[in-house]
C-alpha cells in the first residue's frame, strides 16, 4: 500500500505519495490560499493529495492514508490545530482531520511539521546511517528535533526547541520575545529584522534590492544566497554570525547528548546546504569537550520534500485500537 | 541477595550494602589513601566493603555483587579505570575490576561515577515519580546526565557533559581548557580560582578564613555554606552567578529535551540544598520557551550515599553471558 504526505506551510502545500520503501512516486506543490480561511486552505490540501495520486497513476484506493504535518499546536486526539500564525485566516482551533478525512475518505494521521521533517531526515534522509541525531531546521524561525534509538524523543510534547537555547546571555531579541536564543541570530525573520535595523543605521546592503528584483515581500533563502553570491557585506556577517550561533548551540546539544550527527535542514539550511553544514561544524568542534570525537554535520538530504516524506512516514503507525475507528478520534 | 556498591572519590572511599529494594543496610566511609598509589586505594576499597558487609551483618556470600562508581575513563570490558586525576598516584590505566574481584570473590561492575549517582537519583531519590530527569551534579567539577524512559542516555559514550555546555561566549576560563563552560560558574574548582582572583584584586572575603578554621585546603562546600551563612558579599555574588549560569544551562537543556525533572546533586548541590535548586528554577524560568511548563528542579535526595547506591544498582544489571565468567572480562 501507499501512504501520501502533506506538508501544510504558510506559503506552499507539498504533497507526495510513497511506496512502502519511502520512495517518492508522485507529487504535487501548489501555493497557499491566501484569502479563503481556514476551509479554503482544507480545500486546497485535499486537491494537493488528489493531484500528487494523479501524478503517480495512484488512487486514494491504493493508499493507507495521509499524513499531515502542520504548524502551530497539534491535538492529535481531536484533529485539530491550532495557534499556527504563519497560516493564513487561522483563527483559534480548526479542525483539520474531520474535514479531510471526511473529503479524501481515508484515514488522516496530524503531526508537528519540524517532528516529521526530523524523523524523515533520520528514516530516509541524511540521518539514515544515524540511530541518534539532533536535526536543526533553520526556516523563518529555528525548529528542530531529537532522534535517540532511532526514535523522536519528544519529552513532554515539546522536546526539540533548539532553537531557544540561549547562545548569548541578554543577546538579541528573538521573535519569541526573549532575548539571546539561537533563533535570534540563526532564524530568517529575525536576521531580516537585523538587517533592516542596519540598513536604518545608515548601513548598506544589495537584500533588499534583490529582493525586490525577486518580486518577494519577504528576504527568502533564495535572496540570502544570491547577496552571499555576490558578496554582499551584511549578508556575509548576519550568516557569520548565524553560523557562529548554530556552532555554539550545537555544541551544547552535542556535549550534552552525544549524538552521531546533526542535520541542518529548513528553508535556509537546505538552500545554503553542505558548505554552511561545514562551516556549522567548525563553528562547533571548539566547544566540544571530545573534540576528536565531534559528529558529522549534514546538510538535509530531502529538501523541499522532508516534510511531505515525513508526514507520510506517520501514517504506518497507525494501528486502529481496539474499539475505535482508526486514527480520526470523536469526530462526529 | 544483597549488592554491594563503592563511590571511589579522590578523597573518600563510600561503601554501602543494599538489599532488593535498594534499601541501605549498612555502610561505611573512609579516607582515600592519599601516599599508597593505586593499590594502597585498592586495598582501602576492599577494606571498606568487608567494614560496610559487617554493618550490615552480612557476608560476602550474601552479595550478588561489587558495583564501583569511578571517577576518570572507564573502560567497561578491560576493568579499567585511566585518567582520573582526581585520584592520588593514579598513573595511566589501573585495572580495578580483576584485583577486586581477585581479593572479594565477587563480580565487580565498574561504571562512571556521575552516572551511577544520577541513576540512583532517578531510581532511588529525587527523580524517582519521573521517567525523564536531567541530573546536575556540581562539586569540583560540573557532571551531569540524562534519564530518558528510565535509562541513563549514553550517546556514543560521553552523553551528559551539562557542564561543559557553553552559558558565556568568550566567558569565564573553565577547568577544561574552554572558555564560559557552565562548569566554569558552577563548579568548585573554578569559583575558588575566581575568589582567589578577586582577592588579588583587593577584593576581601572570609571563604580562606573560614577554610583555614576548618582545616581544609580547598574551599569546600562545606566552607561555602558558611560564608553564605555570614552574608559573605564575596561567596555571595560567586554563589549568585553560579545560581544564574546553572538557571541558564538547565532552560536551554530543557527546552531541548523537555525533561520532568532537573535534579540538583553534587557535593555543593547537595550542600545548599532546596533553597539553591528554588532559586536555580526561578533563573530557569525566564528563559523557557514554554514557562507556564516549567520541570521541577529538586535538590537530590540520596546526599553522599547516592554514588555508592548508584554503583550497588548497576550490579542487578550483570547477566554473564554465554561462555563468560561475568562482569570481568579476560582479566587474565
Known amino acids: 500500500m501507499l501512504r501520501a504526505g502533506v506538508d501544510l506551510g504558510g506559503t506552499k502545500i507539498q504533497s507526495v505519495i510513497v511506496d512502502p520503501e519511502g520512495e517518492v512516486l508522485g507529487q504535487d506543490r501548489i501555493p497557499?490560499?491566501?484569502?479563503?480561511?481556514?476551509a479554503g486552505v482544507i480545500a486546497a490540501m485535499v486537491?494537493?493529495?488528489?493531484?500528487?495520486?494523479?501524478?503517480?497513476?495512484?488512487?486514494?484506493?491504493?493508499?493507507?492514508g495521509v499524513g499531515?504535518?502542520?504548524?502551530?499546536?497539534?491535538?492529535?486526539?481531536?484533529?485539530?490545530?491550532?495557534h499556527a500564525g504563519n497560516l493564513p485566516d487561522w483563527l483559534g482551533t480548526?479542525?483539520?482531520?474531520?474535514?479531510?478525512?471526511?473529503?479524501?475518505?481515508?484515514?488522516?494521521?496530524?503531526?508537528?511539521?519540524?517532528?516529521?521533517?526530523?524523523?524523515?531526515?533520520?528514516?530516509?534522509?541524511?540521518?539514515r546511517p544515524?540511530?541518534?541525531?539532533?536535526?536543526?531546521?533553520?526556516?523563518?524561525?529555528?525548529?528542530g528535533g531529537i532522534v535517540i534509538n532511532d526514535a523522536l524523543w519528544l519529552g513532554r510534547g515539546a522536546a526539540g526547541e533548539v532553537g531557544h537555547m540561549v547562545v548569548m546571555p541578554d543577546g538579541a531579541l528573538?521573535?519569541?520575545?526573549?532575548?539571546?536564543?539561537?533563533?535570534?541570530?540563526?532564524?530568517?525573520?529575525?536576521?531580516?529584522?537585523?538587517?533592516?535595523?542596519?540598513v536604518d543605521h545608515g548601513k548598506h546592503t544589495k537584500l533588499f534590492t534583490i529582493m525586490q528584483k525577486k518580486?518577494?515581500?519577504?528576504?527568502?533563502?533564495?535572496?540570502?544566497?544570491?547577496?552571499?553570491?555576490?558578496?554582499?557585506?551584511?549578508?556575509?556577517?548576519?550568516?557569520?554570525?548565524?553560523?557562529?550561533?548554530?556552532?555554539?548551540?550545537?555544541a551544547s546539544a552535542v556535549n550534552l547528548l552525544d549524538v552521531e550527527a546533526v542535520v541542518i535542514g529548513g528553508g535556509l539550511g537546505c538552500r545554503l546546504g553542505t558548505p554552511f553544514a561545514?562551516?556549522?561544524?567548525?563553528?562547533?568542534?571548539?566547544?566540544?569537550?571530545?573534540?576528536?570525537?565531534?559528529p558529522q554535520v549534514l546538510s538535509a538530504a530531502l529538501g523541499d520534500l522532508g516534510g511531505a516524506m515525513g508526514a507520510a512516514l506517520r501514517v504506518q503507525h497507525t494501528v486502529p485500537p481496539p474499539g475505535n475507528i482508526g486514527v480520526v478520534h470523536e469526530e462526529d
Chains 1, 2 share one sequence.
Open 32 to 38: 497557499t490560499p491566501q484569502d479563503q480561511g481556514s
Open 47 to 64: 486537491a494537493s493529495v488528489r493531484s500528487a495520486l494523479a501524478s503517480a497513476n495512484a488512487s486514494l484506493d491504493d493508499v493507507l
Open 68 to 82: 499531515v504535518g502542520a504548524p502551530g499546536q497539534i491535538d492529535h486526539d481531536d484533529g485539530t490545530v491550532s
Open 94 to 127: 480548526v479542525p483539520v482531520a474531520g474535514p479531510l478525512r471526511e473529503a479524501l475518505g481515508v484515514p488522516i494521521e496530524l503531526a508537528n511539521d519540524v517532528q516529521v521533517g526530523v524523523m524523515a531526515e533520520s528514516q530516509l534522509g541524511a540521518g
Open 130 to 143: 544515524y540511530s541518534s541525531m539532533l536535526g536543526i531546521f533553520c526556516g523563518t524561525g529555528v525548529g
Open 174 to 198: 528573538c521573535p519569541c520575545g526573549r532575548r539571546g536564543c539561537l533563533e535570534a541570530y540563526a532564524g530568517r525573520a529575525a536576521m531580516e529584522v537585523e538587517a533592516r535595523r542596519r
Open 215 to 250: 518580486g518577494r515581500s519577504r528576504v527568502s533563502s533564495g535572496v540570502w544566497a544570491k547577496a552571499l553570491a555576490k558578496n554582499d557585506h551584511m549578508a556575509t556577517e548576519l550568516i557569520d554570525r548565524a553560523v557562529w550561533a548554530l556552532g555554539l548551540a550545537s
Open 278 to 294: 561545514d562551516r556549522i561544524r567548525a563553528a562547533m568542534i571548539p566547544h566540544l569537550i571530545l573534540p576528536e570525537k565531534a
